[in-house]
């Protein structure tokens, strides 16, 4: 997208899952010359800016990340009668913000789950949306969790409520889309971020109306301990493996099947990596490759400005999955398996939404 002066301070809007990369993009993006940011933001989740200073944790957390006070919101920042207003007001008070004449960005995760509304008040806007496999999401969440060391009782207690939560923030995008606000949005996937960060950070700087620079990569002076590394690592991508039972990540994927295009396979790894099963018992999948490039742009799938429904795109751009067993656990529901009766329940939705 062509970067518009009218909309100035504002570059653009971060959103996705909490623990799903949001911080990540921010460092990245935050590292070119005329782009900044403090850390949430969150006016937009107002029906005004009048509103924001009733709206917690995200007043606190401004307050505190932006380096912003209560008499500044109180008595000019939220005074504001336009959205943009109120960001160029943010920019004048914030001492995070040194060159009060760079352009700076919103990253909030939880717009996604609201994405209509928020778009609507900036038109025209930017929007990155990055997502992350369900598997790895939900394992981010609870190893932060007091259920980390209880995940049977996590799995009965709390799960499903992950599951919903991450459907909530899916169906947000989705409805944006097919509202109409495809050409605003572009969605990242954190995994291939990862494996892949020149390319998918040009595209970030690209849509958003910025040069690109490989140098953007390395983290020197982070601003945030929520990106642990000083450059885009892939350490993190199947952690989850370690941890999780493969019949909790069964549990998880036949959950969240609704965004199954979101599910990481990678490349020639095992899928069973929990030291509780002997080897004979782990299944290694090879030449499994799935294609990420049909949802980096829905819009011109031709879901923009409503004149197609998301499922109609989806249909045309499924994702190719290609699997080898070299072995099976024979007690326990193998990897094959569970794509099976994913891909199945796809087809079966297919068929109901015609």
């Known amino acids: 997208m062509k970067v518009l002066d009218c909309n100035k301070p504002l570059a653009a809007l971060v959103c996705g899952f909490e623990r799903g990369g949001t911080t990540l993009i921010s460092e990245i993006i935050r590292q070119h010359p005329l782009l900044d940011s403090g850390f949430e933001c969150g006016f937009l989740l107002g029906k005004d800016p009048a509103e924001f200073t009733s709206i917690q944790p995200y007043?606190?957390?401004?307050?505190?990340?932006?380096?912003?006070?209560?008499?500044?919101?109180?008595?000019y920042i939220c005074e504001s009668e336009t959205w943009l207003e109120t960001y160029k007001r943010l920019v004048d008070k914030s001492h995070i913000i040194v060159n009060k004449e760079t352009w700076i960005f919103d990253k909030t995760p939880k717009y996604m789950q609201l994405l209509p509304d928020v778009l609507e008040k900036v038109a025209g806007v930017p929007c990155v949306v990055i997502v992350r496999d369900p598997r790895a999401l939900l394992w981010s969440w609870v190893k932060r969790s007091p259920w980390k060391d209880k995940l049977d009782q996590w799995q009965e207690k709390n799960l499903k409520a992950n599951c919903d939560r991450y459907l909530s923030y899916g169906r947000g995008w989705r409805e944006a889309i097919e509202k109409g606000f495809g050409s605003q949005i572009l969605l990242v996937q954190h995994e291939r971020l990862c494996?892949?960060?020149?390319?998918?950070?040009?595209?970030?700087?690209?849509?958003?109306?910025f040069d690109f620079d490989?140098?953007?990569?390395?983290?020197?002076?982070?601003?945030?301990?929520?990106v642990h590394e000083s450059q885009i690592s892939e350490k993190?991508?199947?952690?989850y493996r370690q941890h999780f039972s493969e019949k909790i990540c069964h549990t998880i994927l036949m959950h969240t099947a609704e965004f199954q295009d979101w599910f990481w396979t990678g490349d020639t790894h095992?899928?069973?990596?929990?030291?509780?099963?002997?080897d004979n018992q782990k299944v290694e999948v090879s030449k499994c490759t799935i294609s990420h490039g049909n949802w980096n742009n829905l819009e011109s799938a031709g879901v923009q400005l409503g004149e197609r429904r998301l499922s109609e795109s989806r249909e045309l751009n499924q994702p190719q999955l290609d699997l080898e067993l070299t072995s099976q656990a024979p007690s326990q529901p193998s990897f094959a398996q569970i794509e099976k009766d994913l891909l199945k329940w796809r087809d079966n939705l297919n068929k109901i939404r015609g």
Do not use: H, Q
């Open 236 to 239: 993190y991508i199947t952690e």
């Open 214 to 226: 490989p140098a953007y990569l390395s983290f020197l002076d982070k601003r945030y301990s929520n």
């Open 59 to 75: 007043c606190n957390m401004l307050k505190a990340g932006w380096g912003v006070n209560d008499s500044d919101l109180n008595n």
């Open 270 to 278: 095992s899928l069973v990596d929990d030291k509780k099963y002997s």
């Open 195 to 209: 494996c892949c960060p020149v390319e998918e950070s040009k595209k970030i700087f690209d849509f958003i109306g």
